[in-house]
Nanobody, 114 residues
């Protein structure tokens, strides 16, 4: 079973950039399609981006062109590079499999505010 730990969140101003990391344990990590999700206060969890084991990616319209998902299978890590951040990107960010079937981690808070 793969478990995940997210890190890299913080407080920053609009227009800033941040890179989130998701460290996964478990030898099966490399076969999973992985995804980044977020949940803002009072809203449902939203799938932002996915990446297959081979590196193919997909993005939600809300982040397309601003966020980039990547993975390093040798390090069991998935990344989310976030650029041109907006206040509406404020949320707790999570990683999970693309199907959301792994145990959820605690997430990492991203706050975008002037």
């Amino acid at each position: 079973q793969v478990t995940v730990v997210e890190s890299g969140g913080g407080l920053l101003q609009p227009g800033g950039s941040l890179r989130l990391s998701c460290a996964a344990s478990g030898s099966a990590f490399s076969i999973y399609a992985m995804g980044w999700y977020r949940q803002a206060p009072g809203k449902q969890r939203e799938l932002l981006a996915t990446i297959t084991s081979g590196g193919s990616t997909n993005y939600a319209d809300s982040v397309k062109g601003r966020f980039t998902i990547s993975r390093d299978n040798a390090k069991n890590t998935v990344y989310l590079q976030m650029n041109s951040l907006k206040p509406e990107d404020t949320a707790v960010y999570y990683c999970n499999s693309a199907s959301g079937r792994l145990a959820w981690g605690q997430g990492t808070q991203v706050t975008v505010s002037s």
